[in-house]
């Protein structure tokens, strides 16, 4: 739990909009190209998928919210060992990211495996809903990109039912099995879905949704 505070260049452990605002600052001071793109992604884990965009994308820029003392840290401490410097990590809710993120800043929303709670009950704890993607929707820059992957095929089919309805997103890519797909090509794994391959493989639903 402690080590949550070692990593005070990677990781905002009780974040506010001021200490987000000058972390991020600083960061961008180091991205060689500042006019890089901004990437977001919520619920990322122990960072797997995040560093190699960042790795692959040097002039972008990343922000990673994730709950989890532990998959944080993991996170922050891969980023330190891998000199890797065009990622933020904070101790945050997605539902909050616009009480950080001015309007007109984002260009990629990555969700990946989020926590599908199964029960009908229980849906309406789904981080993706249509109150949240309309509550997203200004803080993407123009051609803005929602990316999602899930290998809960009900609510893959839920959300793009929503996206179809809402007519803000355009749906460009869209799999229902994403490892058998022209799109796995440059699929990045994240940890959970190396779990999933590990353990039969289960069809991956994924889609790209561009903001109209
Ligand atoms: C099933 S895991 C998937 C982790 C990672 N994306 C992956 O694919 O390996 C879902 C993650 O989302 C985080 N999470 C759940 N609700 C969240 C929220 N509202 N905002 C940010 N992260 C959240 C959890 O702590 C958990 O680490």
């Given at each position: 739990?402690?080590?949550?505070y070692?990593?005070?260049e990677q ?23 500042a ?33 989890r ?33 001015p309007?007109d ?5 990555h ?11 229980r ?21 803005g ?7 809960h ?39 959970f ?10 069809p ?5 949704a561009?903001?109209?």
């Amino acid at each position: 739990m402690a080590r949550i505070y070692d990593y005070p260049e990677q990781l905002i452990p009780h974040p506010s909009p001021e200490n987000f605002q000058q972390l991020w600052n600083s960061k961008k001071g180091n991205i060689p190209a500042a006019s890089g793109k901004v990437h977001l992604e919520i619920g990322s884990g122990s960072g797997r998928y995040l560093i190699e965009w960042a790795q692959a994308n040097p002039q972008d820029f990343f922000i990673g919210l994730e709950l989890r003392y532990k998959r944080l840290v993991l996170a922050a401490k891969k980023m330190e060992q891998q000199n890797i410097h065009n990622i933020l990590l904070m101790r945050e809710r997605g539902e909050f990211l616009h009480e950080y993120l001015p309007n007109d800043s984002m260009d990629f929303m990555h969700i990946n495996f989020p926590d599908p709670w199964s029960k009908k009950s229980r849906r309406k704890h789904r981080i993706l809903s249509a109150e949240f993607l309309n509550r997203m929707l200004p803080l993407f820059r123009s051609k803005g990109e929602l990316m999602f992957k899930t290998d809960h095929l009900e609510y893959f089919e839920t959300v793009t039912e929503i996206l179809q309805q809402l007519k803000t997103y355009t749906i460009v890519e869209h799999t229902s099995d994403l490892h058998g797909s022209e799109y796995n090509e440059h699929n990045i794994l994240t940890e959970f879905e190396m779990l999933f391959k590990s353990k039969g493989n289960p069809p991956i639903g994924f889609l790209r949704a561009e903001v109209i």
